[in-house]
């Protein structure tokens, strides 16, 4: 089959299109304006005026105080730095708690502490419900003497579920625990006021709000205890070593900009696309179905199993036609297994295998949602007409 002639890309989640705002205003600082922010001179004064100004826009759009932010290279160090301060904080005790559905650089890093600080460390992983939320009860029960930080995604990356970040960091503050929540998914598509929702820390990564890749922050709340992760020189106020990443820092700070005029749009106008899209899969395609809570979710975002087929070959007929999204299943890295995410929701093994994630933005529009579900039903059918377990089902 010929290369499709236009892209339509769904996988947002995964990363997304820097904004050309973005880009229009990070360019000066590859030529003209190349300055070192950090230096005394005038001529690197203002590029360092202008990572000031990012900062400034960060702390906006989650109602922070500039101060507050600290840049990192993506959302990976971010989640790092804030757990391993928060065990350095108070090396006496050596309990955490998570869940089962986190994100690798969560999941992986709590995994591994165990081993990497002598086994002192334990680690809680919460169950979740069938429809991927979190009981609150079962949170709260889970908490002991000896918790010294929770880890907690914002929204899921793979399903959108939101969780209840508001009050189980209200739960922890009233035990005296460092809360650190990985919002890379959600900064940008929901608001968030952290005036309001009492987290200690909060990672946020650049590629998933429409800047460019290798860029992140960690917020750290004023008069949170904290060691740095990456230590040398003064940047960053002592905090995070190493020479800014000034172009794409500017460029997330436009970014967040952005998304904060954005965000009405993206619970409505997207929110209204997502919502038409899953509609019309769920009703045109038979055996398919939701993954995730009905309503407690990222506007954007779309989890649908299709039983009986597998992920991969699924991803493999949309990108024939152009459609960019993701499998829900681990296939595509060359394992049987299915998602860590909809295992522990209890999806059965037959969907698990075959679910789809699309994530939306800004940038999509009606008439690519009606390609698609132009396209699905008859590359669902196909696929199942070769698949055995459909035959037999």
Same mark, same amino acid.
């Given at each position: 089959?010929?290369?499709?002639?236009?892209?339509?890309?769904?996988? +947002?989640?995964?990363?997304?299109?820097?904004?050309? =705002?973005?880009?229009?205003?990070?360019?000066?600082?590859?030529?003209?304006?190349? %300055? @070192?922010?950090?230096?005394?001179?005038?001529?690197?004064?203002?590029?360092?005026?202008?990572?000031?100004?990012?900062? =400034?826009?960060?702390?906006?759009? *989650?109602?922070?105080?500039?101060?507050?932010?600290?840049?990192?290279?993506?959302?990976?160090?971010?989640?790092?730095?804030?757990?391993?301060?928060?065990?350095?904080?108070? !090396?006496?005790?050596?309990?955490?708690?998570?869940?089962?559905? =986190?994100?690798?650089?969560?999941?992986?890093?709590?995994?591994?502490?165990?081993?990497?600080?002598?086994?002192?460390?334990?680690?809680?992983?919460?169950?979740?419900?069938?429809?991927?939320?979190?009981?609150?009860?079962?949170?709260?029960?889970?908490?002991?003497?000896?918790?010294?930080?929770?880890?907690?995604?914002?929204?899921?990356? &793979?399903?959108?579920?939101?969780?209840?970040?508001?009050?189980?960091? %209200?739960?922890?503050?009233?035990? %005296?625990?460092?809360?650190?929540?990985?919002?890379?998914?959600?900064?940008?598509?929901?608001?968030?006021?952290?005036?309001?929702?009492?987290?200690?820390?909060?990672?946020?990564?650049?590629?998933?709000?429409?800047?460019?890749?290798?860029?992140?922050?960690?917020?750290?709340?004023?008069?949170? !205890?904290?060691? !740095?992760?990456? *230590?040398?020189?003064?940047?960053?106020?002592?905090?995070?070593?190493?020479? &800014?990443?000034?172009?794409?820092?500017?460029?997330?700070?436009?970014?967040? =900009?952005?998304?904060?005029?954005?965000?009405?749009? &993206?619970?409505?106008?997207?929110?209204?696309?997502?919502?038409?899209?899953?509609?019309?899969?769920?009703?045109?395609?038979?055996?398919?179905?939701?993954?995730?809570?009905?309503?407690?979710?990222?506007? +954007?975002?779309?989890?649908?199993?299709?039983?009986?087929?597998?992920?991969?070959? *699924?991803?493999?007929?949309?990108?024939?036609?152009?459609?960019?999204?993701?499998?829900?299943?681990?296939?595509? /890295?060359?394992?049987?297994?299915?998602?860590?995410?909809?295992?522990?929701?209890?999806?059965?093994?037959?969907?698990?295998?075959?679910? *789809?994630?699309? /994530?939306? /933005?800004?940038? +999509? @529009?009606?008439?690519?949602?009606?390609?698609?579900?132009?396209?699905?039903?008859?590359?669902?059918?196909?696929?199942?007409?070769?698949?055995?377990?459909?035959?037999?089902?």
């Amino acid at each position: 089959m010929s290369r499709p002639d236009r892209t339509i890309y769904m996988d +947002n989640n995964a990363t997304t299109m820097v904004a050309p =705002e973005v880009l229009e205003t990070m360019m000066p600082y590859f030529s003209a304006l190349y %300055g @070192n922010p950090s230096s005394m001179h005038s001529f690197g004064g203002q590029v360092g005026k202008a990572v000031r100004t990012a900062r =400034e826009q960060i702390a906006g759009l *989650i109602n922070a105080e500039a101060e507050e932010i600290i840049f990192t290279s993506c959302g990976t160090e971010s989640d790092s730095t804030a757990i391993l301060a928060a065990l350095q904080a108070q !090396p006496e005790k050596r309990h955490i708690v998570t869940t089962r559905v =986190e994100h690798p650089a969560v999941k992986n890093l709590c995994r591994s502490l165990d081993s990497l600080t002598g086994h002192k460390h334990r680690v809680t992983e919460l169950p979740v419900e069938s429809d991927g939320t979190i009981d609150l009860q079962r949170f709260e029960d889970s908490l002991t003497d000896e918790t010294v930080v929770v880890s907690i995604m914002w929204a899921n990356n &793979e399903t959108g579920v939101i969780f209840p970040i508001e009050e189980m960091a %209200g739960i922890a503050k009233n035990r %005296g625990i460092l809360f650190h929540t990985d919002g890379v998914q959600a900064v940008g598509k929901i608001p968030i006021d952290l005036a309001r929702v009492p987290v200690d820390f909060l990672s946020i990564s650049g590629h998933k709000l429409h800047a460019p890749k290798g860029v992140g922050v960690l917020y750290v709340r004023k008069r949170t !205890p904290f060691v !740095p992760f990456l *230590i040398g020189g003064h940047q960053e106020q002592g905090r995070r070593g190493g020479t &800014e990443n000034v172009a794409s820092i500017i460029g997330m700070g436009k970014a967040c =900009e952005l998304a904060g005029r954005h965000i009405v749009k &993206e619970n409505t106008t997207v929110k209204a696309l997502r919502d038409k899209l899953e509609k019309g899969l769920l009703e045109k395609i038979p055996n398919s179905l939701l993954n995730g809570h009905k309503s407690k979710r990222l506007p +954007n975002t779309a989890n649908i199993s299709f039983e009986y087929v597998e992920g991969e070959a *699924i991803l493999l007929h949309m990108d024939r036609f152009g459609i960019c999204a993701s499998s829900g299943s681990a296939c595509t /890295s060359g394992s049987l297994e299915p998602s860590h995410v909809l295992r522990a929701m209890g999806v059965p093994f037959t969907a698990a295998h075959g679910s *789809i994630r699309f /994530s939306l /933005s800004v940038y +999509n @529009n009606e008439d690519e949602v009606d390609f698609v579900l132009d396209k699905m039903p008859g590359i669902i059918a196909n696929l199942r007409n070769m698949s055995p377990f459909w035959q037999n089902r």
